[in-house]
């Protein structure tokens, strides 16, 4: 079985610019959350979604959103970009949309550079 | 709130010898703590958690985690380090404001370097 699939893998965008960001779960899973990992810190929570609801947001301001897909996939877009946005853009899907005991099954991540 | 800390940034050992990277947790309520390990340009891979029951925890890859409730602390171990196991380690905690949704709280991470 194909695991979280993300995609693009590296990605340059301009200061300014608008990125989306693409996650495929696992077959079977019905959530998937977002993760912002900035380089020599831990993963921060952005977004959860389950059956196509958001069921959780973290502390980012409104230029992040995200939806999910009648098929589970999910997309992350973020608007205006600033230098700050570079960091390593991690999906993970779960089987629950509630609180899991199982932890996440993560995808490799996007790199997103902003120049 | 809820939190996990990391004390060390890096942690160094040699091939064949044990390892421990820190964690201590800061939660309300019971804790559910994992382990993830990150490999250069590679996602979060799973090592173990603790929910409940025995204070040693066994995980992928030869790991354990000791849960240790007065100490507040998670500490993961191997008894024999090997090369391979050089990555980046983060310990996590569920975040149990999110009575709705499955939100995890990482810390800032220990990048352990095993010499040959």
């Known amino acids: 079985d194909a695991g979280v699939t993300q995609s693009p893998t590296h990605l340059i965008k301009t200061r300014g610019q608008h990125v989306t960001l693409r996650c495929s779960p696992i077959s079977g899973h019905k959530s998937v959350s977002w993760y912002q990992q900035v380089l020599g810190q831990g993963p921060q929570f952005i977004f959860q979604?389950?059956?196509?609801?958001?069921?959780g947001r973290g502390n980012f301001p409104d230029r992040f959103s995200a939806r999910q897909f009648p098929n589970y996939s999910s997309e992350l877009n973020v608007n205006a970009l600033l230098l700050g946005d570079s960091a390593l853009y991690l999906c993970?899907?779960?089987?629950?949309?509630?609180?899991?005991?199982?932890?996440?099954?993560f995808g490799s991540g996007t790199r997103l550079t902003v120049v | 709130a809820q939190s996990v800390a990391q004390p060390e940034d890096q942690v160094n050992v040699a091939e064949g010898n044990p390892l421990t990277v820190k964690c201590t947790y800061s939660v309300s309520g019971n804790p559910y703590l994992f382990w993830y390990v990150q490999y250069p340009n590679r996602g979060l891979q799973f090592l173990l958690k603790y929910i409940t029951g025995d204070n040693l925890v066994k995980g992928s890859y030869g790991f354990e985690a000791e849960f240790n409730k007065s100490q507040t602390s998670f500490h993961l171990k191997k008894p024999s380090a090997l090369v391979s196991d050089s990555a980046l380690y983060f310990c996590a905690v569920r975040d149990i404001r999110y009575s709705n949704a499955s939100k995890i709280i990482f810390g800032s991470g220990t990048r352990l370097s095993i010499q040959p």
């Open positions: 979604y389950y059956e196509k609801e958001e069921r």
């Open positions: 993970a899907s779960s089987k629950q949309g509630g609180q899991t005991n199982y932890g996440y099954t």
